[in-house]
């Protein structure tokens, strides 16, 4: 607002919406019609500083929100594009307390039905981020075998195995082998579990029909699911997916970000 004194008794007020208003005379009546214009015009301004606030915050939001969509996006286009399995350099991540923060290891065994004594197979066990503490629930009575495909993964397995603190765990079997042929008897396990492991591997249908024969009638197959890995499929995806497969659907645990399905071999198969 621009306010010029062109006369002795005349004001020229330029305001917002430049509009050019002309007071002459002025008398009290006048002053407080200025004064109202005045005050308006403070409004007026701290709106349009607000609105413009508001607008700056929400590209600041759209802009991180959009920038995390885009990174997923690509993450997930290329893991899809590389069929290799998880290499083994991620170790150091797949293995941290952060991620077993939000995704924790006692979920996964409440939901897999993991219990004292009993006879387990973890397929892509990877560097064990979940296998020491399924192997302290199982205890002595019971055995958990850690199977993978990449030497470097079950190295670092063993590494973290003969570590002072885990020197009490005597039974985990680090395995050397395939999803698709598992070095088992058929109808010999309790249960088979799989954490951020099943998308990885390419021909599903293959690899269940195996996990299938290795279990007991009534036998459970976990498989758990984390958002955060490129992977990641939605909960029916993996329900459809086992079903498919000739396994009877048993129950889903957890929410969207991180869940675990779980399935029974029939008992009539
Ligand atoms: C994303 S990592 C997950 C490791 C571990 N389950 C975890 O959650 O920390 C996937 C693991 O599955 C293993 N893997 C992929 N395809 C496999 C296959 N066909 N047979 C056995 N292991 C496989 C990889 O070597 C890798 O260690």
């Not at 002025?26 to 500083?49: A, D, E």
């Not at 969509?69 to 991620?90: C, D, E, T, V, Y």
């Not at 954490?195 to 390419?202: A, G, H, L, N, T």
Request: with cysteine; proline share 5%.
């Amino acid at each position: 607002m621009v306010i010029n004194n062109n006369s002795s008794n005349s004001i020229l007020i330029n305001t917002y919406s430049s509009r050019l208003f002309k007071i002459k005379n002025i008398n009290k009546n006048q002053l407080f019609k200025l004064f109202i214009l005045l005050f308006n015009y403070i409004i007026f301004i701290k709106k349009y500083f607000i609105r413009k606030e508001i607008i700056l915050t929400i590209k600041i939001i759209l802009i991180i929100v959009g920038s995390v969509i885009l990174f997923l996006i690509i993450f997930r286009i290329g893991a899809k594009l590389i069929r290799n399995p998880a290499p083994s350099f991620i170790g150091r991540f797949l293995d941290s307390n952060h991620r077993r923060r939000l995704q924790p290891p006692y979920k996964i065994i409440q939901a897999s039905g993991i219990k004292k004594g009993i006879k387990a197979l973890e397929i892509g066990c990877g560097n064990g981020a979940f296998t020491t503490f399924v192997a302290r629930v199982v205890g002595n009575d019971g055995i958990v075998y850690a199977l993978d495909i990449q030497p470097k993964m079950l190295e670092q397995l063993k590494n973290k195995l003969n570590r002072a603190e885990n020197k009490d765990i005597g039974n985990i079997m680090p395995l050397l082998a395939s999803a698709y042929d598992l070095p088992f008897p058929d109808d010999s396990l309790d249960i088979v579990y799989m954490v951020s492991v099943f998308q990885e591997i390419p021909d599903k249908n293959k690899n269940l029909k195996e996990m299938k024969r290795v279990l007991k009638p009534g036998g459970i197959l976990s498989i758990s699911e984390f958002f955060v890995d490129p992977d990641y499929p939605f909960r029916s995806t993996t329900v459809k997916q086992g079903t498919k497969g000739g396994f009877e659907f048993d129950g889903v645990f957890g929410n969207f970000w991180n869940y675990t399905v779980r399935f029974l071999k029939p008992v009539d198969n």
